[in-house]
């Protein structure tokens, strides 16, 4: 398709997302006058209930817990589409020779760029695992310790050391990664039908309220959904990063 077609397809769909999105905020309620008494009732009592002191995950890991687990597929759906399109499209042969051959990209990247971005690495890393691991306790959560976990990689990026990476580890472990955190969450699901009375139905006890055990199955789902949400953004990453370099070469 050329680019201007593309652009005749995506110009009409972006007025109707933009006049769509403009109706739905203009009947938005004014700030601090929510009347929805769903909110209003679980704000109430789903600490007591779950022992989680962060209702956002109450919700989104146990009241509402499969809509969240569509959610995930929803991500793992995507990733996995978009290595394929991306793979086809430049022949996976090609894009592993391409990663292979030497590039100077971190010739060309400052040291004290690449010093910066190899630090980071790790408190970013340390950072996303904190927030998966207190999903329950603080603002925060699988999806959000998920995304910071993924920047890691994007930090590696652009301190010029993606080849480098790509070529020792290549991308079979985000893969994985991607992979397992879907089973994971879904595992968890059929846990509740096995052991409870519907999917993601608690099998845990929920523990002592504020301790970092608290809140039965949440922790598990966030750790499940953290995994998956890493992999399957860093995988999209890896497959623009190789499709913008081969590029590049071709160019």
Do not use: C, K
């Amino acid at each position: 398709m050329s680019r201007r077609a593309r652009l005749a397809l995506f110009l009409p769909a972006a007025l109707v997302l933009a006049v769509g999105l403009l109706w739905s905020f203009a009947d938005l309620p004014p700030f601090g006058h929510y009347s929805g008494i769903y909110g209003i009732v679980l704000g109430h009592v789903a600490v007591a209930q779950r022992e989680a002191t962060n209702v956002v995950s109450a919700v989104t890991f146990d009241y509402r817990g499969v809509d969240t687990l569509g959610e995930e597929f929803i991500l793992f759906a995507a990733a996995v589409g978009s290595a394929i399109l991306l793979r086809a499209q430049r022949g996976e042969d090609a894009a592993g020779a391409a990663a292979e051959r030497s590039d100077r990209r971190a010739d060309v990247v400052a040291r004290p760029v690449r010093a910066l971005g190899a630090a980071l690495v790790a408190p970013t890393i340390v950072l996303g695992a904190y927030i998966i691991a207190h999903g329950q306790l603080t603002p925060g959560g699988g999806f959000q310790g998920g995304v910071i976990l993924a920047s890691a990689a994007v930090l590696v990026y652009a301190s010029g050391q993606y080849l480098a990476v790509r070529v020792v580890r290549g991308v079979a472990p985000i893969e994985i990664a991607d992979a397992l955190g879907a089973a994971g969450f879904a595992l968890i699901a059929v846990g509740g039908l096995v052991f409870g009375l519907a999917a993601l139905h608690n099998f845990l006890g929920y523990g002592i309220s504020g301790s970092l055990f608290s809140a039965g199955i949440i922790p598990l789902a966030n750790v499940a959904v953290g995994v998956e949400v890493a992999g399957g953004v860093t995988l999209i990453v890896a497959e623009f990063l190789d499709q913008a370099l081969m590029r590049r070469r071709s160019g």
